[in-house]
């Protein structure tokens, strides 16, 4: 194939490739009221926005065991029993991709309700 034929055939594909980016504009314009270029920009200050919320949320309070555990503060034993068995399931060190420090948090919660609550076990 000569240059010139090449010249042409890159010329006809990214026609076409042009011609999809103008339908899936005109269709995303349609559907939303702005064109891909606005609308990408629109979902950079989102996600910008969306990051600044999240470092301004408080994390989870780790002196209540309740919050550790993922349960309401009125939770029943049998629940906190449930809970504690899950994520010893998840958190592990002996599990594949347990975190050690996450299951002495969730032991050392575990205990403390189950002090106040219950008999020890």
Same mark, same amino acid.
């Given at each position: 194939?000569?240059?010139?034929?090449?010249?042409?055939?890159?010329?006809? &594909? !990214?026609?076409?490739?042009? =011609?999809?980016?103008? !339908?899936? =504009?005109?269709?995303?314009?349609? %559907?939303?009221?702005?064109? *891909? $270029? &606005?609308?990408?920009?629109?979902?950079?200050?989102?996600?910008?926005?969306?990051?600044?919320?999240?470092?301004?949320? $408080?994390?989870? =309070? *780790?002196?209540?065991?309740?919050?550790?555990?993922?349960?309401?503060?009125?939770?029943?034993? =049998?629940?906190?029993?449930?809970?504690?068995?899950?994520? &010893?399931? *998840?958190?592990?060190?002996?599990?594949?991709?347990?975190?050690?420090?996450?299951?002495?948090?969730?032991?050392?919660?575990?205990?403390? %309700? %189950? &002090?106040?609550?219950?008999?020890?076990?």
């Amino acid at each position: 194939m000569d240059k010139g034929r090449k010249t042409k055939k890159r010329a006809g &594909s !990214l026609s076409v490739v042009l =011609d999809i980016f103008d !339908l899936a =504009d005109v269709a995303v314009e349609k %559907i939303t009221g702005k064109n *891909i $270029p &606005s609308w990408l920009k629109y979902l950079q200050e989102q996600n910008r926005a969306n990051q600044g919320a999240q470092l301004a949320q $408080p994390a989870i =309070d *780790i002196t209540n065991p309740y919050a550790v555990l993922g349960l309401p503060n009125d939770a029943r034993l =049998d629940q906190v029993k449930k809970r504690y068995r899950q994520l &010893s399931m *998840i958190f592990h060190p002996d599990r594949e991709g347990g975190y050690g420090e996450a299951m002495k948090k969730v032991n050392e919660a575990y205990q403390e %309700i %189950i &002090s106040k609550k219950g008999p020890k076990v």
